[in-house]
Structures are given as C-alpha cells and as structure tokens.
C-alpha cells in the first residue's frame, strides 16, 4: 500500500520514508510467540515490550507506524497549539511590560510548515526499523488554536458544559477564557444542516444560523476493525470495537486487544499501558486487570484541564464518602508571575483512610502536574503523604501539596479551619 502526505515537501516526505519506507521489504514468514496487529502506540509498545522480553515477534502496519497520535492527533494539534499560544502571548506585552508596534502578524503556511517539522522529528522515534488513542476533547483544543491564530470561531456544542467528564468548575473556568479571547459559544445547539457555507444549529427553543468557511466536525473516535477477519478468528466485536474480558483478552483465547479497538479511555497514554498489560498477560501469565490502571485524562486547552481518579461527581453518584482540598490559583505566587490567575487544584480523599481518590486541576501546565496524583494514587498515598513532601518554591507542583494541606487544616497560605483528627 502507498502512502501520500500532502503537500509532498521534504518534512513529510521524511515521515513517510521513515514510517513506511517505499523500498521496505518484508521479513520472510515463519513461526512466531506474538502478532502484533497495527503499528499505532499501542502496537508498537507491545511488540518492543514482548521483544525486550526475549520473545520472537512480528508487527503489521498497512499506513504509517505511529498511528493517529504522532501523525495526525496529538503531536501536530500540540504543535499548532504551541504557535497560536505564541501569537497570543505576543498580543499581551501590555501586560508584562511591553508593546509591540504591530500586533503579530500570523503566516498559517509557516505555521504548517512546522507542524509538518516537528511531526518528522517526532515520527524519528515510531521508525520501521524498529492500536493507538487520541483525546476526545481536541475540538476544544483547535477552537482555541484557530481563535488564537486570527481565526472567527463558533463552537458548536449539545452540552451546556465545555467538559462534562471533568470537574464541574473546570468547564465554567474554560467557557470564561473562550469568551475572554473571543470564541463564540453555542452551548446547547445540536447542527442540523450544512450547505453553502451556512450551518444551521438547533435548540430546545431557538435556531441559529452560521456562516462558516471551514467546518471542523469533532464527534470523537471509531475504531479499525474494518477487514480484519475478526469474525472468521472468533473474535467478537461490540459497541464498534473489540469485546474483551478484564484482562483484555478477546473471546479467541489466543487473542488480546489494547488500545483505542478495547478500551474506553482512548488516549495515547492508555493505549500503551493497554498493551505494556496485554503483553503481561498474555505472554507471562500475569492476570491483571485493566480496571487497576490509573488513566490520567489531559485537555490542551489554555489553561489545561487534566484528571485521574474519580470526579466528585462520580464519588457523588457511587455514595464514596470523600473529603475534598481545593487550592485557588489566584493564591498561587508562580500564577501570578505567569500572568495567570485562574485555575484550581482540587484534590479528593477518602473520608475514612485520606487515602487519594481523585484529583483535577486547571490551569497553566495542568497535564504536567497531574502525574504526581496519578502516583498518589497508585501508591495509595494519604493527605500527609503530599503534604509533608517538600514542593520546590515557588512553583505549580505547590498547589497539589496545598490542596492536600487544606484538606487536613494545615494550610498556611489560607486560612483555613483544621480538621479533627480521623478516628
């Protein structure tokens, strides 16, 4: 099978001869311990990790090894991402201390220009010679970007909420900065019809119509199991994807599945824990459930939203009796310097051991900070366990320590009561 990346420059030509080289050659067949079945990160960490491990393996890609994450998901929506926040950092010098003569002035085709850049770089790492996941909430992401890049956006969403899945305050805090920048909200609206450059959304009570040059449709994701002869290897397909017991093993006993085609959480991160898992399991007799794994959940938006754990809202609706510490990041002194005053860290705790439940923060770098969670609660660690750790001042890492202080009542930087000791 070809492949073609257009336009055909040398970046993309870079991505193709190093994630499918036109003059590959297969190896000759013969026996095997592991097939590995798409070249995506969940393929590719299953195949390196069983090989690690001294076993005979073969992977089969029919486009490009990497997936949809390196070459058309997350590493070129960060990379677009990265220039629209320098354009609009640049429109802000007012507020650091300086002016621009002109305001920035964006070249989208040097913009793409890197993109396609940085995805060659980064395909270097996915090379031949050597089932994947995407976030949900990328439409956000772009909405922002294009806004940011000199774009007139208008997003079209049937919720009311920007991001049900998180925290109830992260979704008010992302609609506040959308509006600040410009982006019009149409929360509520469901499209009905698109033709000639219009688009016509409907409410309960109302009906707008939009013009539109370009229309982005973010749905979510579908996964391949399109002419794969599943049906003919006993293997059942449900929902639009691989059916899998707890240990992500398919209805053919020889068979597991990892990432997007198996799991709910379809993200990068979950598919290569997926498949680190399948690989146990099926090469090692491990027996783990998938249900043990911690998935962070991350949007790139400005400020970030990232999760692990239970939402309140989820403790609520599972009658989890849990404690909760929030931190506000207009008490944070490095968020001030950065510019930035809105954001939280809320932290939530199981009421009877402080045991870390759950966590989400918003705010500048969130997906960089919410790792230290994801290890709390892994590890089983309580309110003190964080609190006590010694944070680096002055930094974000803070506000996970803070949240969890406030949650016992120790905190310094409010003022806050302290709580009565647990029995």
Known sequence: MNVELLPADEYNLRTINLCHPPNWQNPPGGDYDLVVIGGGPAGLVAALTAAAGGHRVAMTERRLTGGTCVHFGCTPSKALIRCA?????????????FRLTTPPQVDFAKVMERVRRIRSMSSAGDAVQLAAGAGIDVYLELAQAFRRLGSEVDLVNSRNNLLPKDEPEAGEVLRRQFEREGVRLHCEFRAVRA???????RSQSETRELEYDKLLLGIGRKANVEDLGLEAAEIRVR????????????????????GDVAFPEKYTHAAM???????????DGAGRPARDLVIPHCTYTDPEVAWAGVTENEAKAAGVA?????????????????????????VLFDEATGRVIGCGIVGTSAGDLISEAVLAIEMG????????????????????AMAAEAFEGTITDLYLPRRSARV
């Open 85 to 97: 926040r320098a354009a609009h950092e640049a429109s802000r010098g007012a507020d650091f201390g």
């Open 195 to 201: 033709a000639n450059g219009r688009l016509t959304v």
């Open 239 to 258: 929902d639009g994807g691989v059916e899998v017991d707890a240990s992500l093993r398919t209805s053919n006993p020889a068979v597991y599945a990892a």
């Open 273 to 283: 824990a997926t498949a680190r898992l399948c690989v146990a399991n099926a090469m």
């Open 322 to 346: 849990y404690g909760k510490g929030v931190f506000p990041w207009a008490a944070s002194g490095r968020s001030l310097t950065l510019g930035r005053s809105e954001g939280m860290t809320k």
């Open 381 to 400: 660690a309580d309110a003190a366990d964080i609190g006590l750790t010694i944070h680096p001042h002055p930094t974000l890492s803070e506000t996970v």
